[in-house]
């Protein structure tokens, strides 16, 4: 009624988008999404242009953290819960790490929430107590390796200026903690939003709806929800 122009703005950019209230975004930038349905490395060369060089094949790290805090009888959502958790034990218990091809970028934990869940049922048939703290901590240091190893060649191979965290697990403070540790040594800037625009959030929707608005991107009024959308339908 107004003449107000509608704005389509895909969810996963505007978590990447969240970081631009923090941070001027440089390009060419390498985006880590990890939230409850994603897991993804998103390349950017320019803004508003996205290229998911890497995506998860199976569980998004979100949803592994959730399967195997049902398993531990911990409350849902269960990343904060297995975050604290893993804070207080020792990686102890040997889990797998899907790397997957030499050269893919993809992630996969399926394998890593079964094995987990294994674990647990095995100790329980042989009568042995598992410290839930440990399995926690050794379940969080196996996702966190492969994401922030596949990060850190990405991030070499295309020779990017900044990294970027985006997501609801970039609340994760194991997360945050290795990838700092890791990128302290690297020339490539790194940016995690804080904890308050990890979350979903009006702010970072509206970070990259004035982008998208600039260039001119516009819906029609029958616009709705696509959970199916692709983060590339932005491309021009």
Known sequence: AHGIPLVPVHHIAGHIYANRIVAEM????LALVVSGGHT???YMKEHGHFEVIG???DDAAGEAYDKVARTL?????????IDKMAQAGEATIPLPRAWLEEDSYDFSFS???SAVINTVHNAEQ???KLIPENLAASFQESVIDVLVTKTLKATREYNVKQVLLAGGVAANKGLRTRLEATFSTEKVELVIPPLYLCTDNA???AAAGSIFYAKGQRAKLDLNANP???ITSHNQ
């Open 228 to 230: 199916g959308l692709d």
């Open 55 to 57: 995506e998860t094949r």
């Open 26 to 29: 440089k390009f060419p930038l």
């Open 203 to 205: 702010a970072m929707i």
């Open 73 to 81: 009888n911990l409350p849902y959502p269960g990343g904060p819960h």
């Open 126 to 128: 042989r009568g042995e």
């Open 111 to 113: 394998g890593l929430k």
């Open 40 to 42: 993804e490395l998103v």
